[in-house]
C-alpha cells in the first residue's frame, strides 16, 4: 500500500552528485514498494508492481526539491491470488480509486547522505501528510560514479483505518488484522 516509497527520490537532489534542478525517473524494475500487516495466523506480505515518479531535484536549495509519484492501486500483488482479487474490490475499490499518490510538499536535507521528505498522500480518496525518510545507499561516491543512485526510504506504519481501508468490524474482529500497515521501500532513479 506504499506507494510513496517514489517519493524518497527526491532525495537525491540533496546528494552532492546532483546538478541544480536535475530530473530524476524511478526505475520501477529495480524498486521495491513492499507492505506487510500482521493478523491472527501471522502477517501478510505484498507489494505494488506498477508505479512511476519524478523528482526534480536542486542541490543549491533542497528545500526546492520536488517529488510526485503514482502507484497502480490493482498492481497490489500478495502471492495470493484471491486474496488480491479481494483486496482490488473490497478495500481498495480500485474502480473508484485507480491510484495512490504522494506529492512532495517539503524537502529538508537531515544529513550528508539523508533528507527527510513531507507531502500530500493521497490512498482510497483520502489525502493526509505523511514524513518520508531517505538514505542513500552506498553514499554520493558510489552515486557519482553511477548512472542511477540507490535509496531506503523509511516512514512511521501507516493506518488503514485513516484512509478507509477497513472490513467489516466483525471480519476483523475474528483475523485480528492490525491496522498498522509496515511499508518498506528500496528505490533506484536514474537521472534524466
Not at 531517505?134 to 558510489?142: E, M, R
Not at 477497513?166 to 511499508?183: G, L, N, P, Q, Y
Request: proline letters at 3%; hydrophobic letters at 45%; aromatic letters at 6%.
Amino acid at each position: 500500500m506504499k506507494r510513496i516509497g517514489l517519493v524518497l527520490l527526491v532525495v537525491a537532489g540533496l546528494s552532492p552528485i546532483a546538478q541544480a534542478n536535475d530530473t530524476f525517473k524511478i526505475d520501477p524494475a529495480r524498486s521495491t514498494i513492499a507492505f506487510k500487516v500482521r493478523h491472527m495466523l501471522g502477517t501478510a506480505k505484498g507489494n505494488f508492481s506498477k508505479f512511476s515518479g519524478t523528482i526534480v531535484a536542486d542541490r543549491e536549495r533542497p528545500e526546492q526539491s520536488s517529488v510526485t509519484v503514482t502507484i497502480d492501486a490493482a498492481s497490489i500483488d500478495t502471492g495470493i491470488v484471491k486474496r488480491d482479487e479481494h483486496l482490488r474490490g473490497e478495500l481498495f475499490n480500485v474502480a473508484k480509486f485507480p491510484e495512490i499518490t504522494f506529492k512532495s510538499r517539503r524537502v529538508k536535507q537531515t544529513g550528508t547522505n539523508a533528507g527527510e521528505i513531507i507531502g500530500d498522500f493521497t490512498m482510497h480518496g483520502v489525502t493526509r501528510a505523511i514524513t518520508l525518510n531517505v538514505q542513500l545507499v552506498g553514499g554520493a561516491d558510489a552515486a557519482a560514479k553511477n548512472a542511477a543512485s540507490h535509496w531506503r526510504v523509511t516512514t512511521a506504519p501507516l493506518r488503514r483505518s485513516q484512509f478507509g481501508l477497513v472490513f467489516s468490524k466483525s471480519a476483523e474482529t475474528i483475523s485480528m488484522i492490525a491496522d498498522e500497515v509496515a511499508v518498506d521501500i528500496e528505490i533506484e532513479a536514474r537521472r534524466q
